[in-house]
């Protein structure tokens, strides 16, 4: 599928990255989720924006993050406000995503919450434990890691998410 | 030059089977772009067909007919939904789907450009997750869809290098979940 193209701001200190995700949740006795599809991530330090967009590159949903709140637009161009991004993410995909440590570790960095941190010969963190997720980063390249992979176990629920970067 | 829209039904009608090449790419409403996306499509109806992404990253969706697949290796997951659910989900389904295109879509024709004549077709459902699509036919076939989304983003799609009615197997449209990946069926 198409990831939406980077988005482009004039604020070049921003660090963005678009690419692929798959998330997959189990749960014993209700069906499986999958949603898979394109994203784009631009990160300007005090604000984010996350695109999640179909096979086509149409962007279906975007999140707006900043530190006081996140808005959720959807295609048909109806908001959403929540406090964090987390759970609004939960309408989109099928589960709470952990956003703030995914801030770090697209950037090839640890999160506050990380624990039993591996790092490469680089330098670089490779697998990590964060608020009940088990996250590895492969792939690096000069930005960060060009693959993500986040696993979460709660009690039956089972959720992976793999996030492959495309480009900048 | 014949309307797009008696095109499409001319081309519904006398192509029962193609495949070619096609370039799929991005823009934002400020024109920034990405590295387009090439690869190869068949389909043979009803509703049968192949989406095969090469470049830059392979993906691959494939419909039966019955189930539409779709598998990205470097996500190591397959996705498996009945055809009615993904009309919106890839071009194929449009062009190629099993369903009329007037069942799915409002249909409106658009003035012709250097040779090609255009019409737009408005999904009929509020979730198809884009605002409309613009089909481009010449001498009977569709040569450019370009679908704009609710962000203002529009994808535009080339064709190219299309055969009509080629010879086809039916286990072209048959795809087995590798090993070692996620394969989700998803119930509405």
């Known amino acids: 599928c198409a990831s939406p193209p980077a988005i482009q701001g004039t604020d070049r200190s921003a660090f963005s990255r678009t690419g692929r995700f798959a998330v997959t949740v189990t749960e014993p006795g209700t069906a499986p989720q999958a949603v898979q599809g394109g994203f784009a991530w631009r990160d300007s330090g005090q604000t984010q924006q996350l695109d999640l967009a179909n096979p086509m590159g149409s962007v279906l949903a975007r999140v707006e993050i900043s530190p006081a709140r996140a808005v959720l637009i959807r295609s048909d161009g109806s908001r959403e406000v929540a406090p964090d991004a987390d759970a609004l993410l939960a309408q989109v995909v099928g589960t709470d995503m952990p956003i703030r440590g995914l801030k770090q570790w697209l950037q090839g960095e640890v999160d506050t919450a990380a624990a039993q941190v591996t790092r490469g010969e680089n330098g670089r963190p490779t697998a990590l434990v964060s608020n009940g997720w088990a996250v590895t980063l492969s792939r690096y390249d000069t930005e960060g890691p060009r693959m993500l992979v986040l696993e979460r176990r709660h009690d039956a629920q089972q959720v992976r998410v793999r996030l492959v970067v495309d480009g900048a | ?188």
């Open chain 2, 1 to 188: 030059q014949t309307s797009a829209r008696a095109q499409l039904s001319q081309f519904n009608e006398q192509v029962q089977a193609a495949s070619g090449k096609f370039s799929q790419q991005t823009e934002t409403q400020t024109g920034e772009t990405k590295a387009p996306q090439t690869g190869d499509f068949s389909f043979k109806r009803p509703g049968r067909f192949k989406w095969e992404i090469i470049q830059p990253y392979e993906q691959l969706i494939v419909s039966n007919g019955r189930q539409v697949m779709q598998y990205d290796p470097d996500l190591a997951q397959v996705t498996e939904r009945s055809v009615d659910e993904s009309v919106g989900a890839s071009p194929a389904a449009i062009l190629f789907g099993s369903g009329e295109l007037e069942e799915a879509f409002e249909i409106q024709e658009l003035p012709v450009k250097n040779g090609v004549a255009w019409l737009r077709a408005k999904p009929r459902s509020a979730d198809a997750g884009f605002q409309h699509v613009d089909l481009g036919f010449k001498d009977g076939l569709p040569v450019e869809l370009k679908l704009l989304d609710g962000f203002g983003q529009t994808t535009v799609i080339r064709f190219e290098s299309v055969q009509t009615n080629p010879e086809l197997p039916d286990d072209a449209f048959r795809f087995v979940v590798p090993d070692g990946v996620d394969h989700v069926v998803l119930r509405q």
